[in-house]
């Protein structure tokens, strides 16, 4: 009777395997990557966010109307020069790949301004940007850490913003753009 049991709990699981490997619970559709490669600079990837309507979230102080409405930016002086923002991101084929946070602060002592993308079923890239921007309006940042696609990489990040000049009412205001051009550790970007 015994040897019956465990028969039946090893079937169990080894059909409960068979089942979990064949009908996965999960499954992130991976999008076709956009990337360039350029000679001696290496793979490079141009990302937007539409603004205002790729927006999920904007926190900072005094905020006049915050996103989600109700949202409650906490009083205490630790958050005064903080401003979080996240958002859709989207490929070049305008298709959301991902989302993205900016944090952007200040203090007496310090400016900083920091990206994360995470792009489901490739990885998750952290940036520091420079806090002011060049002469043409452009921030620019380096890859401090990645996962995944992007844990053996090295690069810059471009952060630019581009008005919509459409002149169309359902158009979004402009957008964010962030260009990538990582190459592999042991390269020069």
Do not use: C
């Not at 930016?73 to 070049?92: M, Q, T, Y």
């Amino acid at each position: 009777m015994i040897k019956i049991f465990l028969l039946g709990i090893f079937l169990s699981i080894a059909a409960s395997v068979a089942v979990l490997h064949y009908l996965p619970t999960v499954h992130h559709v991976r999008e076709n990557s956009m990337i360039t490669v350029i000679p001696n600079v290496g793979n490079t990837e141009v990302f937007h966010a539409n603004v205002p309507t790729d927006r999920i979230m904007i926190g900072a102080p005094r905020q006049g109307s915050p996103l989600p409405a109700g949202l409650d930016w906490p009083d205490d002086e630790l958050f005064s020069g903080i401003r979080v923002e996240l958002f859709k991101i989207r490929n070049a084929n305008d298709t959301v790949v991902g989302v993205a946070s900016r944090i952007a602060g200040s203090n007496e002592n310090d400016d900083i301004v920091e990206w994360m993308l995470h792009l489901p079923a490739r990885g998750s890239v952290y940036v520091t940007m420079r806090p002011l921007t060049d002469d043409g309006g452009y921030r620019t940042g380096e890859l401090r850490a990645g996962t995944d696609e992007f844990g053996g990489l090295l690069g810059q990040v471009i952060e630019r913003w581009v008005a919509d000049t459409s002149g169309s009412d359902m158009a979004p205001e402009g957008r964010i753009e962030l260009i990538t051009a990582f190459v592999a550790v042991g390269e020069e970007p």
